[in-house]
């Protein structure tokens, strides 16, 4: 998958505060094949808020933050969710999103291992050299809701501290879609049904 949702990018926002991180151009993005950038939706007037709906290439798929459990964030370079200080305090618990164009794929259908662990391997690679990761569970498959994918947990461990990972991967109509959930590894057992309740809410084409 190209351009993966690094360890390095997430520990970075796991270190920041991600609800405070906005696109100045206003419009949210996602990252699509050869590292280029494509509008989720036609920008906005205004800055999109905590409960704007994330709206895939060609509308592939929306995902709609409650605004109780979940909020909206974005930055230049990532899109995303996190939990709100009501659901999870100060912790910084979050899923980063991205898409890829994949011209096969089609909603319903199941990811292939190869694409599973093509972007794990990615994950992994570009980790922060102060953190070692690894799997503590392989990509298998996983169903959230009605979305057919492969899920995988990884660790992180090392400065500043130690961080869990949740990897998912499903189709959309033709793109591929992966969220990469972001948690302290204490609070890991808490948090991944929130991960999964989120990621049951998607819709796709």
Request: aromatic fraction near 6%; hydrophobic fraction near 40%; include cysteine.
């Amino acid at each position: 998958m190209t351009r993966s949702l690094s360890l390095a990018a997430a520990l970075a926002l796991a270190l920041a505060a991600p609800a405070a991180a906005q696109s100045p151009e206003g419009g949210p993005r996602l990252s699509a094949p050869g590292g280029q950038q494509q509008p989720s939706e036609p920008a906005a007037a205004e800055m999109p808020g905590p409960t704007t709906e994330i709206i895939g290439p060609d509308g592939s798929f929306r995902l709609q933050p409650d605004g109780t459990t979940w909020e909206r964030f974005q930055s230049v370079r990532a899109i995303g969710v996190r939990c709100t200080d009501k659901a999870c305090g100060s912790e910084r618990v979050f899923c980063l999103i991205q898409v890829r164009g994949a011209q096969d794929a089609k909603a319903g259908q199941p990811v292939s291992q190869a694409a599973a662990e093509e972007f794990g391997a990615g994950v992994i690679r570009n980790s922060p050299k102060e953190m070692a990761a690894d799997y503590v569970t392989p990509f298998s498959e996983k169903t959230f809701g009605p979305h057919p994918g492969r899920w995988a947990d990884l660790k992180a461990e090392g400065e500043p501290g130690s961080l869990r990972f949740g990897l998912f991967l499903t189709n959309a109509e033709k793109h591929l879609v992966a969220f990469n959930c972001v948690s302290p590894t204490a609070k890991w057992d808490e948090n991944k049904p929130k991960f999964e309740s989120l990621i049951a809410t998607l819709r796709t084409l």
